[in-house]
Nanobody, 120 residues
Framework: QVQLVESGGGLVQAGGSLRLSCAAS????MGWFRQAPGKEREFVAS????????YYTVSANGRFTISRDNAKNTVYLQMNSLKSEDTAVYYC?????????????????WGQGTQVTVSS
């Protein structure tokens, strides 16, 4: 019953920034994942409903910031210092139970994805 809609993707030069948004209904823990062509979907960041628990993948730590505004039912992923390796389809995901997991299988709901392309 949770509906997720990502937005904010696009084309950006290396070193630039993008902010992804995810309109997410329901009291859910949220995660961002990404999938590059020919690769497995991988964890990027997660945030609990209250925002007090946040996890990042190593490659994102220091460059990306996950946040949420529950009043607006929106989760954000601010991406700075983008690299060509960040090019992927980014997916917003939701779970009704907080586990702190970075596993795709632990998320119940998924958005359609938004393309992020970083040019060198």
């Amino acid at each position: 019953q949770v509906q997720l809609v990502e937005s904010g993707g696009g084309l950006v030069q290396a070193g630039g920034s993008l902010r992804l948004s995810c309109a997410a209904s329901g009291r859910t823990n949220m995660g961002w994942f990404r999938q590059a062509p020919g690769k497995e979907r991988e964890f990027v960041a997660s945030i609990s409903w209250s925002g007090d628990r946040i996890y990042y993948t190593v490659s994102a730590n220091g460059r990306f910031t996950i946040s949420r505004d529950n009043a607006k039912n929106t989760v954000y992923l601010q991406m700075n210092s983008l690299k060509s390796e960040d090019t992927a389809v980014y997916y917003c995901a939701a779970s009704t139970v907080w586990s702190g997991s970075s596993s795709v299988s632990d998320y119940e709901y998924w958005g359609q994805g938004t393309q992020v392309t970083v040019s060198s």
